[in-house]
């Protein structure tokens, strides 16, 4: 279905009531709605925004289109919840209703100051001849959840050199002073970051672009994010436009992240490592950090990613967002581990050890389309090994360590539901390591796999019939001893 840009831009409150009821119903045949991760309740989720612990509570914030699976009139809808497992839908955050956010309230981050939440978004705006005039705005929420914006944005003007791509401010507090980055478009077309400083959070001085060795990498960074972490600066965000390069940047767009000294706020010289992406799957994009009360840093992303239709957009819905990650420095880069509190989603257990040789095997309660699986892999002397999950007659999700090439790789090439075939079926990296051990998030639709304790993490959507739900562990010439545990969820 092609939407008109009218039809883009309608406001929830312009649909009927039937509409809705329509688009609820359709979206409640879906067979691919998730069990444990945030997802819409119509229409389209990106971006989480707004990620922050506050008034003892988790909030996140993520990116709506209430009327259907397309980009259209953006909305911040509001979930929390007080152990990052469970999420309470708390419903609109933020409206599209001013002036400076016609056309959209686009993605930002969260601070809290003097008790309450400031919530910092770019306004989307348009003019006559659709030429976009973006600002970024300041709502408040206090500890009753009460969200105002205010009258006017506190950066009106996109500074010279740059064009009005020009969004997704992440805030933090340094010493007296706070801090805002902005993804940015050079007026040469290329991508980059600047930087803002103020001191009370409503005026705001430009201080310049922040300087990296990549002057030419890419055309846009959306959603940057800067931190410290194990005594290092760390800048997250997600270039639009690179070229692949063997194994990396297989998707349309990639998110990632630079390792190097503490930003230098007087020069804004960021000295800095290699770029390395965050998630090596198929659907990752956006993601957004946040400290909470017990000092960890933790990674929320939106699992898919622009410009790419996925099956269950015909029924009304699109996307979901990642499981929390909590981001710990390691080797000289970053691990992701699912928080410990996913934990609490563990049922029943089955356990299987055994030694594979050059045979496909099942387990008595193995199967399953919502569970976690955490398979070790050791003693390897075979060419391949690896899981296969969600399989049924004609469908497969495969797991698999190439012994000889000393590749790990995700192939959903027989997965079910065809998705963004054009940017390829499988994904794979380079793995060197006595030990192999994976622990696989499954839920209805999608996989997030974690690799010897999140060194290395992809994640991707998948799309098999419901009654695919059979495991397999194999071995290919030659065998490997294997222990896997298994939680339904």
């Known amino acids: ?71 259209g009139l953006k909305y911040w809808y509001h979930t929390k919840s007080e152990d990052l497992v469970h999420w309470d839908n708390v419903g609109i955050g933020i409206k599209p209703t001013a002036p400076f956010d016609s056309h959209g309230a686009f993605s930002g981050s969260a601070i809290e100051h003097e008790g309450k939440l400031y919530l910092f978004y770019t306004g989307n705006t348009r003019d006559q001849d659709w030429v976009r005039h973006p600002y970024q705005c300041i709502a408040v929420m206090d500890k009753e959840g009460h969200i105002e914006k205010y009258e006017q ?111 230098d706020l007087n020069s804004g010289e960021f000295r800095h490592s290699n770029f390395r992406e965050l998630d090596l799957g198929f659907d990752f994009y956006a993601p957004q950090t946040m400290v909470d009360e017990q000092n960890r840093r933790i990674l929320v992303a939106w699992m898919g990613l622009p410009e790419i239709e996925y099956p269950n957009d015909r029924h009304g819905w699109a996307h979901c967002l990642t499981l929390p990650r909590e981001l710990i420095m390691r080797k000289g880069k970053l691990f992701q581990q699912p928080v410990k509190e996913l934990a609490q989603l563990r049922k029943s257990n089955v356990i299987a050890e055994d030694i594979l040789v050059n045979e496909s095997k099942s387990y008595d309660s193995f199967h399953g389309v919502s569970y976690e699986l955490i398979c070790e892999f050791t003693n390897k002397d075979a060419s391949q ?104 969820f």
């Not at 791509?165 to 340094?174: E, G, I, Q, T, Y």
């Not at 797991?399 to 959903?412: G, Q, S």
């Open 1 to 71: 279905m092609e939407w008109t840009r009218e039809e883009r831009y309608r406001r929830l409150d312009e649909a009927s009531t039937k509409e809705i009821e329509e688009l609820r119903r359709n979206v409640e045949k879906c067979p691919w709605r998730q069990t444990y991760h945030i997802q819409p309740e119509m229409g389209l989720l990106n971006d989480p925004n707004g990620f922050s612990y506050y008034n003892g509570e988790y909030h996140l914030f993520y990116q709506w289109f209430p009327l259907g699976p397309v980009h």
């Open 385 to 488: 090994f690896g899981i296969d999950i969600r399989v049924g007659e004609k469908e497969v999700t495969t797991i698999k360590y190439d012994v000889n090439n000393k590749k790990l790789m995700f192939d959903r090439s027989q997965s079910g539901e065809v998705v963004a075939e054009e940017y390829g079926m499988v994904r794979q990296c380079d793995m060197t390591s006595e030990s192999i051990k994976l622990q696989l998030f499954v839920d209805s639709s999608s996989l997030e796999l974690f690799v010897n304790d999140g060194e290395v993490v992809f994640t991707g959507r998948i799309f098999p019939n419901v009654k695919s739900d059979g495991i397999r562990f194999f071995a290919v010439e030659g065998e490997v001893s294997m222990k896997a545990s298994k939680w339904d």
């Open 153 to 263: 944005p506190v950066i009106k003007d996109v500074p010279i050199g740059y064009t009005e791509h020009f969004r997704d401010p992440k805030v933090w507090k340094h010493g007296d002073h706070f801090l805002a980055i902005i993804g940015a478009q050079r007026a040469n077309l290329t991508g980059c970051v600047v930087l803002y400083q103020s001191v009370n959070l409503k005026e705001w001085e430009f201080l310049g672009e922040i300087t990296t060795d990549l002057n030419q990498f890419g055309f846009m960074w959306e959603c940057p994010d800067y931190f410290e972490l194990g005594n290092k600066g760390i800048l997250i965000f997600s270039p639009q436009g690179l070229q692949r390069e063997g194994d990396k940047f297989q998707n349309i767009y990639q998110s990632g992240y630079l390792i190097g000294e503490h930003l």
